[in-house]
């Protein structure tokens, strides 16, 4: 997990690309979340 951490600091794209798709899949799990519960 901290080697993960220090690629994650050492290259800010990949980070934020890694960011996206997880946001990415927060995203999608909530709102299938919303439809199960609405």
Avoid: D, H, K, N
């Amino acid at each position: 997990m901290g080697m993960a951490v220090c690629y994650l600091l050492l290259f800010p794209s990949i980070r934020s690309v890694i960011y996206t798709e997880y946001e990415y899949i927060v995203l999608r799990v909530v709102s299938e979340c919303q439809g199960w519960y609405l």
